[in-house]
């Protein structure tokens, strides 16, 4: 199948700032991508002009084989949903919602009608007087029952609740499971959304450190306990990520291929081992790399 988005040595740079370098990926049909990355990583960039709202300043992207810029067979597909969504404030919620229903062809209204019920969303209020948690479900509402093609959420859930969070990663997955279609979610909160994600893009600095099904990444990165030697032993052939002293025993983060032959290689240097959860995967990836994971291990010395 051919992807839905390719992106090819994609580069931004804002005056003095170079918020995406190179980057290049291409997206499949039917997946759900975690797009991951600190505070200025360069995500919002990659998203803005993935849905023609930013301009690259060089480099080639694709998205249903075409350029998005003024292109309404491809921005007809695309659904963008903001961390900080704004409407016109003469807007009720029904309003936005019948201009969604206007905007993208496979809106389902009865789902919509649905999720509005869902989060508890006043249809006939205005949007002016909607609370902050109450405006990112109205955009997370019209995310969902767009059922576009490409869907991007970019940090939809800022005031948001833990219960509601729930309810959109459940409608998320129950709807996707339905109807697939290619859903880029980008959050910090990882831990939250690690079963959801089956893709994991991480973006850091503007470049792309990793382009990975969720999957392999799980058993690409573990932690390693236990006397300083045998762990300085096993980690001669990975790469270490992160390390913690205490007492004579050390606490690695490594990352390698890590078959059977491997493991049993660790448990007859009498280690301990423990797979990374996805959030503690993208930390160590992120603070210890710079690009340059095997040259930056991060040694932190506890006692
Ligand atoms: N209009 C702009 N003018 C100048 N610099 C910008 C502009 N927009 C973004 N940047 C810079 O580009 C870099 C990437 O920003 P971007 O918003 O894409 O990051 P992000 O990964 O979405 O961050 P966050 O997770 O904090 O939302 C940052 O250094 C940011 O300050």
Redesign the pocket.
């Known amino acids: 199948m051919n992807p839905v988005v390719t992106v090819t040595d994609l580069t931004k740079r804002?005056?003095g700032?170079t918020?995406l370098d190179k980057v290049s990926f291409s997206l499949a049909g039917n997946r759900i991508y975690g797009l991951l990355?600190r505070?200025?990583?360069?995500?919002?960039?990659l998203m803005q002009i993935l849905t023609a709202q930013n301009f690259a300043t060089s480099g080639e992207i694709a998205v249903f084989g075409q350029h998005p810029y003024e292109n309404e067979s491809v921005l007809s597909r695309t659904c963008f949903i903001k961390e900080s969504q704004t409407y016109p404030s003469n807007l009720r919620v029904e309003h936005v919602l019948r201009a969604a229903m206007l905007v993208y062809p496979n809106w389902d209204e009865e789902f919509a009608r649905q999720l509005v019920d869902d989060f508890r969303l006043p249809p006939r209020r205005n949007v002016r007087k909607l609370s902050r948690g109450m405006l990112s479900s109205l955009g997370i509402v019209v995310g969902l029952a767009s059922r576009a093609p490409l869907t991007f959420f970019d940090?939809p859930y800022l005031g948001l609740d833990a219960v509601a969070r729930q309810i959109f990663y459940d409608r998320l997955l129950a709807d996707y499971t339905e109807h697939p279609r290619t859903i880029v979610l980008s959050t910090h909160l990882i831990d939250e959304v690690s079963d959801l994600i089956e893709h994991v893009l991480l973006i850091d600095g503007g470049r792309l450190l990793l382009d990975e099904e969720a999957e392999a990444l799980r058993g690409q990165v573990l932690t390693v306990s236990g006397p300083v030697a045998a762990v300085d032993e096993f980690t001669r052939t990975a790469t270490e990520l992160h390390r913690v002293l205490l007492a004579g025993t050390a606490r690695a983060t490594v990352r390698g291929d890590f078959g059977p032959a491997e493991r049993e290689r660790a448990r007859s240097l009498g280690l301990g081992l423990e797979a990374s959860s996805l959030q503690e995967t993208v930390v160590r990836l992120t603070t210890s790399s710079n690009g340059h994971a095997a040259d930056a291990t991060s040694k932190e010395a506890v006692r």
Do not use: I, L
Not at 39 to 45: L, R, S
């Open positions: 804002y005056r700032v918020a990355g505070n200025g990583a360069g995500k919002t960039t940090e």
